[in-house]
């Protein structure tokens, strides 16, 4: 995947992306970013929010809070010796 693209710098420092990258990525206002300085580059790296991207992928399997939990206190007794 490439695409070039120009954005702006606008109040504070903040860095305003093209509505066509920001789609292209998945990426949607409030979503963290780590920034990372090379050289002369400014580098975003798109940092996904477990719950958004739970919510995102394709569902392939079915419980309930009760399965849930009590295969959680399961996996807990096995790990501590209960």
């Given amino acids: 995947m490439s695409l070039t693209a120009v954005g702006k710098v606008g109040r504070k420092g903040a860095v ?3 509505k ?6 998945g ?3 409030g979503d963290r970013v780590l920034m990372r300085v090379e050289g002369t580059k400014l ?6 929010d477990p719950l958004s991207l739970a ?3 394709r569902k392939w399997a079915r419980t309930t809070v ?3 939990e009590a295969e959680s206190e399961a996996e ?3 790990l501590h010796g209960a």
Avoid at 20 to 25: A, G, Q, T
Avoid at 43 to 48: A, Q, Y
Wanted: aromatic share 12%; no cysteine; glycine share 4%.
């Fill in 16 to 18: 305003y992306l093209p």
């Fill in 66 to 68: 009760e399965e849930f």
């Fill in 27 to 29: 990426v949607e206002e």
């Fill in 55 to 57: 919510l995102r992928v």
């Fill in 20 to 25: 066509r990258i920001m789609r292209l990525l």
């Fill in 43 to 48: 580098v975003l790296e798109f940092v996904p």
């Fill in 76 to 78: 807990q007794g096995e």
